[in-house]
């Protein structure tokens, strides 16, 4: 089992709509949570760290559900510039809190 | 300010050979991070600098990768002999601090490493 899972996508949305990721992780002593945003042939970036009771950056929602070990990440009003493949991350300290990645959802806006 | 460099930003080399990668960090960024994808999979954590120290070398894959950073400034990886399935993408990452959500990674444009 992936210490980390999302689901690869690829997510096709239309311009305008809401679109929303999922992530779980497997270490129940995991910390920090992540989301990271990549682009074709480029390095990730960070998008939003995870707070436990929520947070939101514009139109990015971000939610955790530590009972669940579940990570979710809304995008609302989603622009084509939104396309690219967005990464879960968390950390841990028994592991020293390196990161450990999800393999990403990859999303494409339609016009 | 300038953003974490690495070079070069692709490699083709053939299987037995020697490469070196460099990663400079952003100025004052203590924290030194390797990472690596392989095509299709999720980027792996390789090691992580304190400075010029080793401070979780745990992700090498085998003693064919040799990392360093003489100074605290710089890093190199080293991979010999290269083998196929070292191909793959190898990012350095760097942050002021490290542990916790007390950071931020900023990661450069990676080196892009194909051995035949």
């Known amino acids: 089992r992936k210490e980390v899972e999302q689901d690869p996508g690829p997510f096709n949305v239309p311009e305008g709509a809401t679109v929303a990721f999922n992530c779980t992780y497997s270490n129940s002593a995991s910390q920090s949570f992540f989301w990271y945003r990549q682009d074709c042939r480029k390095e990730p970036k960070l998008l939003m760290s995870?707070?436990?009771?929520?947070n939101e950056d514009g139109r990015f929602t971000a939610q955790l559900n530590r009972a669940s070990q579940y990570i979710s990440l809304l995008i609302r009003d989603s622009k084509l510039s939104d396309s690219a493949t967005y990464l879960c991350?968390?950390?841990?300290?028994?592991?020293?809190?390196?990161?450990?990645w999800g393999a990403g959802t990859k999303l494409i806006i339609k016009p | 300010e300038a953003g974490v460099t690495q070079f070069p930003s692709h490699s083709v080399i053939e299987k037995g050979q020697t490469v070196t990668l460099r990663c400079d960090p952003i100025?004052?960024?203590?924290?030194l991070y390797w990472y690596r994808r392989v095509m299709g999979k999720e980027i792996k954590f390789l090691l992580h600098?304190?400075?010029?120290?080793?401070?979780?070398e745990s992700g090498m894959p085998n003693n064919r990768f040799l990392a360093e950073r003489t100074g605290g400034t710089y890093s190199t990886l080293k991979v010999q002999p290269a083998e196929l399935e070292d191909s793959g993408v190898y990012f350095c990452?760097?942050?002021?601090?490290?542990?916790?959500?007390?950071?931020?990674?900023?990661f450069g444009p990676g080196t892009r490493l194909t051995v035949t």
């Open positions: 100025s004052g960024h203590d924290n």
């Open positions: 990452a760097s942050s002021q601090d490290w542990g916790g959500a007390s950071y931020e990674q900023y």
């Open positions: 991350v968390v950390n841990a300290l028994d592991s020293n809190y390196q990161l450990i």
């Open positions: 600098f304190v400075k010029e120290s080793k401070q979780d």
């Open positions: 995870v707070y436990s009771s929520g």
